[in-house]
Every structure is written in structure tokens, then in C-alpha cells.
């Protein structure tokens, strides 16, 4: 397992972006990002393979979540444009064997950042 923490997180404008961060104190292989509002189950985001070549998007940010990495950096980043009041949640990334859109594939967790568009 790999300690992971993100950033990036914030207040934002409906139709605003922010980009969140996850530095990971180790080597990591398939990442995730999942977020999880009040009252709401953890769903999945988006989630990247070991070398970037694979992506996968929950309907509801395709199109306007970018998920990407940088090895060399041990960071995991998602870049997310025209925000949407549904989008405010906590954000937590992810690390597991292999990139999935389930959260019982992933073994390390971050402790989350906060996401709240504002109408």
C-alpha cells in the first residue's frame, strides 16, 4: 500500500475549474478518483492505468473531467472544467493493482479534499 494524499480542492462558480492533485509516496500502479457527497454513497470519477494509456470516466464528468499522471512525479492529477453544483463533494484518490471503476479493487486510500460549486 502507498500513503496517498490529495490537494486542490476549493470553492468554486458553477461553469468554473479547479484542478485536484494526489501525491503518492510510492510507485503506484492502476489510480483512481472517486468522490462522495452528503448523504450519498462513494462513486466512481475516473480512473488512469499504470502508464496513462487507459482512462475510464463515470458518464457524468465525461467530457469535462481529464484524468492524467505523472510517474516521474508519483502524482495523480484530474482536471475538472465546467463544475456543476451536483459535482461538490469530497474527492478521494485511489490506488490498486489495476484501473477499475469499482472501489473494492482499490487497497489505498487518500483522505479526501473537499469540491463545492456554487449556482
Known amino acids: 500500500q502507498v500513503h496517498l494524499v490529495e490537494s486542490g480542492g476549493g470553492l468554486v462558480q458553477a461553469g468554473g475549474s479547479l484542478r485536484l492533485s494526489c501525491l503518492a509516496s510510492?510507485?503506484?500502479?492502476?489510480m483512481g478518483w472517486f468522490r462522495q457527497a452528503p448523504g450519498k454513497e462513494r462513486e466512481f470519477v475516473a480512473a488512469?492505468?499504470?502508464?496513462?494509456?487507459?482512462?475510464l470516466y463515470a458518464d457524468s464528468v465525461k467530457g469535462r473531467f481529464t484524468i492524467s499522471r505523472d510517474n516521474a512525479k508519483n502524482t495523480l492529477y484530474l482536471q475538472m472544467n465546467s463544475l456543476k453544483p451536483e459535482d461538490t463533494a469530497v474527492y478521494f484518490c485511489?490506488?490498486?493493482?489495476?484501473?477499475?471503476?469499482?472501489?473494492?479493487?482499490?487497497?489505498?486510500w487518500g483522505q479526501g479534499t473537499q469540491v463545492t460549486v456554487t449556482s
Open positions: 485511489s490506488s490498486g493493482d489495476y484501473e477499475s471503476t469499482r472501489s473494492d479493487d482499490y487497497n489505498s
Open positions: 488512469i492505468s499504470w502508464v496513462g494509456t487507459n482512462t
Open positions: 510510492g510507485r503506484t500502479k492502476g
